[in-house]
């Protein structure tokens, strides 16, 4: 008998072409739970960075620009001190010339000592001569405006308004950038330089990936040159290497409290994604979440750290028998042939350690998703990241650079929906306001400047214009737009947590066959009862518990409730 033709009804892409999985990540990535675990993440590493950057010392500090101009130095001949010393140099004399101008020092060489020795004290002396210069200027300038208005020529009477506004915007222009020069000599904070190389870095990923620049080599482009493999590359070597070369104390310390951070907030919103991938119907809370990530604090803190500890005591063993057998002065030769004779135990470390660097550096971004699905410890989570990656290397990499570009499509969606946000509440409520800061500008724009999506969303208040009240509300402003703008960070943070713990599903699922919705759940501590629709009527729908899942599958059989009577005292339909 001959079979019936089959009809094709569905393809199933998922699991065509798993990759596709992937493109899930937005959406879980949105969800309000995420959104505000990694706001509040962003919000405690920014302060603590802030608050070492204030507690450091100013002669610590860095100095502008100085991952780029000194530890990225092209002029190999001199060393990293001696660049940032003649960088400090540059500014220390430009300070020091210009309180010599203001008469606050006859010899120069007296001034540069005194700037050099106190930073601070210089940096008030400046801002003062600063700004008893933009007050004799604003004084000089109302008394030709009252000059002009009195002239009995027409055109200047016309014209003395614009001619006054424009002098004041032009004061204005040259205090601001007489304090933000003058300013330098406080240098730049350890914390503030870190970060601003690594949005550098990671603004180049982002452009790369727009301008389909994945191997650098655009040569006189508006695209990042770099591309987004080098770009990569940078964000995690350049700044970190920096910090750990140049200022290892500060960056150990911050480094603690980052992977305290780190590991409560990444580990709950790894969590709720597990949770969300394995079943959309689930969603945990941020106490859940939260919950979860305390109790297997220790896990995740000491996943990441495990490989580094590792790599330091092999290297330290290597090193001490280096020592003993070629280091020590006039040890024995046999010494030296003895370990010539064992050098391949240094080979043998050095194989181990490249293991565990190349799992750790592919592996890394699957150790949370691992404790978060599977509810185990920092050696499971090392254990399988490392074999998955091992075990299907160019899939896991083919994973990676799809959640790279899908990511940055989406953070460009994000973006630029904050930025028309900004926008509009910026020209809406500054549409009926007239009245001008003391520089002729409007007065909220002097407050909080149009956004532009160029420059960036963020911003720096410019105070002179201002006054005390004024200078308050725009610092009031200031803090609920830099809110703003932190949810696209506290995105990325959603994003990067949530597309590798669907690629961590999916390389499960290639390795151990294990399916996607296979997760570990706390029971009972974990009812994903979120709030219900209420049902027609009024009457809430009952919410499905896992406690009421397990009863129903059990052998017993559940008692049946008697039918409940209709409101007007009839029996239900259908009885």
């Known amino acids: 008998m001959a079979e019936e033709p089959q009809v094709l009804r569905g393809i199933s892409w998922r699991d065509v072409f798993p990759f596709v999985n992937i493109f899930r990540a937005f959406r879980i990535a949105i969800h309000p739970s995420k959104l505000i675990l990694g706001l509040v993440a962003i919000l405690l590493l920014y302060g603590g960075g802030r608050v070492l950057d204030a507690l450091w010392s100013i002669n610590s500090s860095a100095v502008p620009n100085e991952i780029n101009v000194c530890y990225l130095r092209e002029n190999k001949n ?17 300070v020091a010339e210009y309180l010599v101008a203001k008469g606050e020092f006859a010899d120069a060489a007296a001034a540069r000592k005194r700037v050099a020795a106190e930073p601070r004290w210089a940096w008030g002396k400046a801002k003062f001569w600063i700004d008893n210069d933009l007050q004799r200027n604003v004084k000089e300038i109302n008394e030709a405006y009252k000059k002009d208005r009195e002239s009995n020529d027409v055109n200047v009477k016309d014209n003395a308004s614009r001619k006054r506004d424009a002098a004041l915007q032009d004061a204005y ?15 730049n904070g350890l914390f503030d330089t870190f970060l601003l190389y690594q949005v550098q870095e990671l603004n180049g990923v982002w452009r790369g990936v727009l301008g389909g620049n994945w191997l650098g080599g655009f040569a006189n482009s508006a695209v990042a040159t770099d591309g987004v493999i080098i770009s990569v590359v940078k964000f995690f070597t350049v700044a970190p290497g920096w910090a750990l070369r140049h200022h290892w104390l500060y960056f150990i310390l911050y480094g603690a409290w980052f992977l305290v951070i780190w590991s409560i907030f990444a580990g709950a919103i790894a969590r709720i994604a597990a949770v969300h991938v394995a079943d959309e119907g689930r969603k945990l809370s941020v106490r859940q979440g939260l919950s979860f990530a305390g109790s297997k604090f220790l896990s995740f803190i000491s996943a990441p750290m495990i490989p580094v500890l590792i790599i330091f005591i092999i290297g330290l063993l290597v090193a001490v028998g280096g020592l003993i057998f070629f280091g020590i002065p006039g040890f024995s030769a046999g010494a030296g042939i003895a370990g010539g004779i064992l050098f391949f135990l240094a080979l043998a470390a050095g194989f181990v350690m490249t293991l565990v660097v190349m ?29 998955y990656v091992y075990a299907r290397p160019w899939r896991m990499l083919w994973y990676t650079l799809v959640a790279i570009g899908y990511g940055a499509l989406t953070y460009t969606f994000v973006r630029l929906f904050i930025f028309f946000m900004l926008l509009l509440t910026h020209y809406s409520t500054g549409a009926f306001v007239y009245r001008d800061a003391n520089n002729a500008q409007q007065i909220l724009e002097a407050m909080w400047p149009v956004p532009n999506w160029d420059r960036g969303l963020t911003y720096s208040i410019v105070n ?13 402003i200031a803090v609920w737009v830099h809110l703003t703008v932190a949810l696209l960070g506290a995105f990325a943070i959603s994003f990067y947590v949530s597309a590798n713990t669907i690629i961590y ?9 294990t399916e996607m919705d296979d997760v570990y759940l706390e029971q009972p501590e ?10 027609p009527g009024g009457e809430a729908a009952p919410a499905a518990t896992d406690t ?17 009577e209709s409101p007007s005292g009839q029996p239900p339909a259908g009885t």
């Open 78 to 94: 001199i060393t990293f001190s001696d660049c940032r010393k003649a960088e400090r140099d540059k500014v220390v004399d430009a």
């Open 173 to 187: 222009r040259n205090a601001y950038t007489g304090v933000t020069e003058c300013k330098r000599i406080k240098g």
């Open 359 to 387: 799992g750790g550096i592919g592996g890394f971004n699957l150790m949370y998703p691992t404790i978060a699905v599977e509810g185990s410890d920092s050696f499971d989570a090392i254990s399988r990241s490392f074999s």
């Open 464 to 476: 002179p214009p201002l006054n005390w009240m004024n200078s308050t509300t725009a610092f009031i």
């Open 505 to 513: 599903y999916l390389m499960r699922r290639e390795v151990d066959a």
């Open 526 to 535: 974990e009812e994903f009862a979120e709030p219900t629709a209420p049902a």
């Open 548 to 564: 009421a899942a397990a009863a129903a599958s059990t052998s017993e059989p559940a008692a049946t409730p008697p039918p409940a």
